[in-house]
């Protein structure tokens, strides 16, 4: 258990009253990273969570006053332990008063390339290089790993998000990617659609998207449109997958700074983080019943 | 300028020359419709089109060059969409980057306004998005080190980041507006939006009376959705930009009703359909363009009979819900000039 800061002490407070309650057979083992923490911190967390397999997570907060070798403690997690797939799902929930009803979107980034490679430097005084990478390698495992959720989630099509209009080598190789993986599932719809186009229609018209599949970035910026579409940063649990390692957390990693410490935050993302790492523990019922109970309280 | 045009409708003393791009997809035809309101509104405006079009093959160096050309004497420009193929047919740089980064059109404004008449789930929305167009993610710089490894390079520049900036805080300024937010993810482009986001720090001092505030990139987005009314104008780097206005376009009822104008220091260029939107309709924009050229008296009239037929909600165009057709449309319209002011 990694709190974070901001909320993220409290709302761990509150999953670990809940398992007590619920007579959980899980236990946590705490480990602080807080944002100016030494690198020294981040790998005992890190190490911790290669010892236990599993983690739940606040966010760290990173503080871009500092030099830049100071890297996102959140990002060096996530590649260190190659947790390549980020996954949300987004959906209507009963009691929760939106614009936009009936969406259920799962969504799934690329967690380890794309624009967040941390690769950036200063050619000349005044202008920067920051790399993006794509490689074929990963594009092709994040798109299994999509197409293999919709299989196993009978869900019916898988729509790749991209902009390879204006990024046509790099978009354009994940695009390709994507489409090679989809012929290999035929049973399910494969789409495509550029990021702009994407943001308008999710704000119009949610309920076409099934699937979605998209590199690093745009991964970040509709999980936060889809999340309030849904009903808000306190609301959606997120999950990050990796070959060995799962780490979960809230979909929109806020810190909530301004609210920390004042008994406001909205637990259910956490909680609901919470009960998808039961579910991958296998602990489904205990996994049910937990989420039964805070949907329950929603309504 | 003013210039004496050839025109057959010139009523004043001299019309204004506006270069005209209709470009791919519905461009041709709302172009057909701006000329066709123009002239019922007697607009002293004469256009001196060119067809540049990527997808329809007839897009070349020498056609970019006469466009810039016209843009020299007219100043102006009405640009349809230039659609961008998919395919990549060995330059990274599309038509439509390529105009932009040669008239210097480095500022790109999107004003997001609810139209009235036109119930969205968002209404009463006034923001305006300002984003830098020239460099960033567009930098069409691109290659593949290793097979099956592509790095794509994103530039920030301080000088363009300062420009931008500047513009933003300008604009707020002229158009009294009280707010200007900057959109970043320095917390993970740390050097690039880093840089961004230090620029406009600085020229935000040299403005102490409108409010500076910063806001993440996907953070805005979920603001943007929940509760869009907190932004008054937002200034950011190229492809958040590219991503907001398509986002917020979204909330005020789609591409056909959020037109964009982009500038340099020298020209005007607006736009009759969002990049990037699939179909457009006759938007209130076009109008527009003749306020640069003092025309105000023109663009109100016409921008007041577009408006009226959109809050009188008989006849409305696909998409916005209704039935009727380009040509219904621009008939209402042009029906609606006439009667307001006995031409």
Same mark, same amino acid.
């Given at each position: 258990?990694?709190?974070?800061?901001?909320?993220?002490?409290?709302?761990?407070?509150?999953?670990?009253?809940?398992?007590?309650?619920?007579?959980?057979?899980?236990?946590?083992?705490?480990?602080?990273?807080?944002?100016?923490?030494?690198?020294?911190?981040?790998?005992?967390?890190?190490?911790?969570?290669?010892?236990?397999?599993?983690?739940?997570?606040?966010?760290?907060?990173?503080?871009?006053?500092?030099?830049?070798?100071?890297?996102?403690?959140?990002?060096?997690?996530?590649?260190?332990?190659?947790?390549?797939?980020?996954?949300?799902?987004?959906?209507?929930?009963?009691?929760?008063?939106?614009?936009?009803?009936?969406?259920?979107?799962?969504?799934?980034?690329?967690?380890?390339?794309?624009?967040?490679?941390?690769?950036?430097?200063?050619?000349?005084?005044?202008?920067?290089?920051?790399?993006?990478?794509?490689?074929?390698?990963?594009?092709?495992?994040?798109?299994?790993?999509?197409?293999? &959720?919709?299989?196993?989630?009978?869900?019916?099509?898988?729509?790749?998000?991209?902009?390879?209009?204006?990024?046509?080598?790099?978009?354009?190789?994940?695009?390709?990617?994507?489409?090679?993986?989809?012929?290999?599932?035929?049973?399910?719809?494969?789409?495509?659609?550029?990021?702009?186009?994407?943001?308008?229609?999710?704000?119009?018209?949610?309920?076409?998207?099934?699937?979605?599949?998209?590199?690093?970035?745009?991964?970040?910026?509709?999980?936060?449109?889809?999340?309030?579409?849904?009903?808000?940063?306190?609301?959606?649990?997120?999950?990050?997958?990796?070959?060995?390692?799962?780490?979960?957390?809230?979909?929109?990693?806020?810190?909530?700074?301004?609210?920390?410490?004042?008994?406001?935050?909205?637990?259910?993302?956490? &909680? &609901?983080?919470?009960?998808?790492?039961?579910?991958?523990?296998?602990?489904?019922?205990?996994?049910?019943?937990?989420?039964?109970?805070? &949907?329950?309280?929603?309504? | 300028?003013?210039?004496?045009?050839?025109?057959?409708?010139?009523?004043?003393?001299?019309?204004?020359?506006?270069?005209?791009?209709?470009?791919?997809?519905?461009?041709? +035809?709302?172009?057909?419709?701006?000329?066709?309101?123009?002239?019922?509104?007697?607009?002293?405006?004469?256009?001196?089109?060119?067809?540049?079009?990527?997808?329809?093959?007839?897009?070349?160096?020498?056609?970019?060059?006469?466009?810039?050309?016209?843009?020299?004497?007219? /100043?102006?420009?009405?640009?349809?969409?230039?659609?961008?193929?998919?395919?990549?047919?060995?330059?990274?740089?599309?038509?439509?980057?390529?105009?932009?980064?040669?008239?210097?059109?480095?500022?790109?404004?999107?004003? @997001?306004?609810?139209?009235?008449?036109?119930?969205?789930?968002?209404?009463?929305?006034?923001?305006?998005?300002?984003?830098?167009?020239? +460099?960033?993610?567009?930098?069409?710089?691109?290659?593949?080190?290793?097979?099956?490894?592509?790095?794509?390079?994103?530039?920030?520049?301080?000088?363009?980041?300062?420009?931008?900036?500047?513009?933003?805080?300008?604009?707020?300024?002229?158009?009294?507006?009280?707010?200007?937010?900057? @959109?970043? /993810?320095?917390?993970?482009?740390?050097?690039?939006?880093?840089?961004?986001?230090?620029?406009?720090?600085?020229?935000?001092?040299?403005?102490?009376?409108?409010?500076?505030?910063?806001?993440?990139?996907?953070?805005?987005?979920?603001?943007?959705?929940?509760?869009?009314?907190?932004?008054? @104008?937002? @200034?950011?780097?190229?492809?958040?930009?590219?991503?907001?206005?398509?986002?917020?376009?979204?909330?005020?009822?789609?591409?056909?009703?959020?037109?964009?104008?982009?500038?340099?220091?020298?020209?005007?260029?607006?736009?009759?359909?969002?990049?990037?939107?699939?179909?457009?309709?006759?938007?209130?924009?076009?109008?527009?363009?003749?306020?640069?050229?003092?025309?105000?008296?023109?663009?109100?009239?016409?921008?007041?009979?577009?408006?009226?037929?959109?809050?009188?909600?008989?006849?409305?165009?696909?998409?916005?819900?209704?039935?009727?057709?380009?040509?219904?449309?621009?008939?209402?319209?042009?029906?609606?000039?006439?009667?307001?002011?006995?031409?």
């Amino acid at each position: 258990m990694i709190p974070g800061d901001g909320i993220g002490p409290e709302l761990m407070l509150h999953v670990k009253e809940v398992f007590r309650h619920a007579c959980v057979p899980v236990d946590f083992e705490e480990v602080r990273v807080g944002s100016e923490a030494p690198e020294a911190d981040v790998q005992n967390a890190i190490t911790a969570i290669r010892r236990n397999g599993v983690a739940l997570k606040g966010n760290i907060e990173t503080n871009h006053n500092l030099p830049p070798n100071h890297k996102s403690r959140n990002n060096l997690i996530r590649t260190s332990l190659d947790l390549y797939a980020n996954v949300i799902h987004c959906q209507s929930l009963p009691g929760v008063e939106t614009r936009h009803r009936d969406i259920d979107i799962l969504i799934v980034r690329e967690n380890t390339e794309g624009e967040y490679s941390s690769l950036e430097h200063e050619s000349v005084a005044g202008v920067v290089e920051s790399l993006k990478i794509i490689t074929a390698g990963r594009s092709r495992r994040i798109a299994h790993y999509a197409f293999g &959720l919709a299989r196993a989630a009978a869900r019916r099509s898988v729509t790749a998000v991209h902009k390879a209009n204006i990024m046509k080598l790099g978009d354009g190789l994940f695009l390709q990617c994507c489409q090679e993986v989809a012929a290999e599932y035929p049973e399910i719809t494969f789409r495509s659609m550029i990021v702009d186009n994407t943001t308008m229609q999710l704000v119009s018209r949610p309920q076409q998207f099934d699937v979605m599949v998209m590199p690093n970035l745009y991964g970040n910026i509709v999980n936060n449109v889809c999340a309030g579409l849904v009903g808000g940063p306190g609301l959606v649990p997120g999950a990050n997958y990796g070959h060995d390692y799962a780490v979960f957390e809230t979909a929109t990693r806020n810190t909530g700074k301004s609210i920390a410490n004042r008994n406001i935050a909205n637990p259910t993302a956490t &909680l &609901l983080a919470a009960c998808m790492m039961l579910d991958h523990l296998r602990l489904h019922s205990h996994a049910s019943s937990i989420r039964q109970a805070v &949907l329950a309280s929603l309504d | 300028g003013l210039r004496t045009g050839t025109g057959s409708d010139s009523s004043a003393e001299g019309t204004f020359q506006v270069t005209m791009l209709p470009g791919d997809g519905v461009g041709p +035809e709302l172009m057909h419709a701006v000329k066709e309101v123009f002239k019922a509104g007697n607009v002293p405006v004469t256009f001196d089109e060119h067809h540049l079009s990527e997808v329809q093959n007839t897009a070349s160096e020498e056609k970019l060059d006469r466009v810039v050309d016209s843009m020299k004497e007219s /100043k102006v420009a009405l640009i349809g969409k230039i659609h961008t193929p998919m395919e990549y047919k060995g330059d990274l740089a599309s038509y439509d980057m390529r105009l932009r980064r040669k008239l210097d059109l480095f500022a790109n404004v999107v004003h @997001v306004k609810s139209l009235p008449g036109y119930q969205t789930r968002h209404n009463n929305l006034d923001l305006v998005i300002i984003r830098e167009q020239t +460099e960033g993610e567009y930098s069409s710089l691109e290659h593949e080190s290793v097979k099956g490894v592509i790095e794509c390079l994103k530039i920030i520049t301080r000088a363009k980041s300062q420009r931008i900036a500047k513009f933003a805080f300008d604009y707020a300024t002229k158009k009294g507006r009280a707010k200007v937010t900057a @959109v970043h /993810k320095a917390n993970i482009m740390k050097l690039g939006d880093g840089l961004f986001l230090q620029c406009c720090k600085e020229v935000a001092e040299l403005y102490p009376k409108i409010k500076f505030d910063t806001m993440i990139i996907d953070n805005c987005c979920m603001q943007l959705v929940q509760n869009p009314y907190q932004f008054d @104008v937002l @200034v950011m780097p190229n492809l958040y930009g590219n991503i907001v206005d398509n986002l917020a376009a979204g909330l005020v009822g789609g591409a056909g009703v959020v037109p964009g104008e982009s500038y340099s220091a020298e020209y005007a260029v607006f736009e009759l359909v969002r990049r990037g939107s699939p179909r457009g309709t006759v938007p209130n924009l076009p109008v527009r363009a003749g306020i640069l050229g003092g025309l105000e008296y023109h663009s109100n009239m016409v921008s007041d009979a577009v408006k009226k037929v959109i809050k009188g909600g008989k006849v409305r165009t696909r998409d916005l819900g209704g039935y009727s057709t380009t040509s219904d449309f621009v008939k209402s319209v042009i029906d609606n000039l006439h009667p307001h002011y006995g031409a």
